[in-house]
């Protein structure tokens, strides 16, 4: 028990050294990469992200998923690598991706919520707020501790898929709650349609996230929820294809919502910035990527074990 708790805290530990270390070197090398005067509550909210994770480590610490040994070091290495290369790549600038009326397109957030699902809450959320803070260093755009805790979060959740493993009721569960959390947010679009994109820039037409937002953009989380239904739907006999979709579901609401809902005290951001402005164009997409990647991720990991036998 003593081992398992303190290999947790030194990996929530690590992360909250490894920011300030991003932060610290990067601003050296590029001043856009240094943090304003909310440098400190960005880090409060770090706290509490943080602090979110060991409470849910305390209610759960029997469970087999918080043993942290040389295996999920090394996934967890991995994982962060792989989130922040391929992060840096899709950024928009490196390659640039096709995307329709403001949607932006994050493939990458297919990498936490699979690690978190296969190896466990602590490998997903440091591969997601690791990798996230690491990317945005390599784009050069800025730093955003209290998002990067959101990206931890959400492969952290996917993660939590491992209390209920092999419960048809649980995944059903999670179908429910998402759902709900969709419904509430869309409408919360409904009742402002005219708000700005705040992640939307086009420096050509001199847009710089003052756009209104478009349907598109502001139904996408729908349209995620929509396709993860059609999953659950059809591989309703495979239970662990199904739980890893609606798993990491969840833990992209609830992930991205923390960095949004953050951003009402860090940014002054009324409620309908926060939540239609920023919340919903970056999680539709998310979920979107969540119903089509994640399933073959978990299908080529299950093949690669059936094949080594492990």
Request: charged share 10%; proline share 4%.
């Amino acid at each position: 028990m003593k081992n398992k708790t303190l290999s947790v805290l030194i990996a929530l530990i690590v992360v909250v050294l490894f920011f300030f270390g991003i932060w610290q070197i990067g601003r050296m090398i590029n001043p856009s990469l240094d943090l304003d005067e909310t440098a400190l509550l960005r880090f409060g909210f770090v706290g509490i992200g943080l602090l979110i994770v060991f409470l849910v480590y305390l209610f759960t610490s029997k469970h087999r998923m918080w043993e942290v040994g040389t295996r999920e070091v090394v996934y967890m290495a991995i994982g962060a690598a792989l989130y922040a290369v391929f992060s840096y790549l899709f950024n928009g600038t490196v390659f640039v991706v096709p995307s329709v009326s403001q949607v932006s397109l994050r493939p990458a957030i297919a990498i936490p919520m699979f690690f978190g699902y296969a190896f466990g809450p602590v490998v997903g959320f440091f591969s997601g707020a690791v990798g996230n803070m690491f990317g945005d260093a390599l784009t050069g755009f800025g730093l955003s501790p209290q998002w990067s805790i959101g990206n931890g979060l959400v492969g952290f959740v996917a993660g939590l898929s491992w209390l209920f493993k092999g419960e048809r009721k649980g995944v059903d569960a999670v179908l429910v709650v998402s759902g709900i959390l969709t419904v509430l947010a869309t409408a919360f679009y409904v009742m402002n349609p005219e708000q700005a994109n705040q992640l939307f820039f086009d420096v050509e037409a001199g847009i710089f996230g003052d756009a209104p937002i478009s349907l598109v953009a502001g139904i996408s989380l729908l349209i995620g929820f929509v396709l993860v239904l059609l999953v659950r739907i059809f591989f309703r006999k495979d239970l662990e294809t199904a739980a890893a979709v609606t798993w990491s579901m969840l833990g992209n609401i609830i992930g991205i919502g923390f960095a949004a809902v953050s951003d009402i005290w860090i940014n002054g951001y009324p409620p309908a910035v926060a939540i239609v402005g920023e919340f919903i164009p970056a999680a539709g997409p998310n979920l979107i990527f969540a119903a089509i990647l994640v399933p073959i991720l978990v299908n080529a990991f299950a093949a690669t074990k059936r094949q080594t036998g492990r």
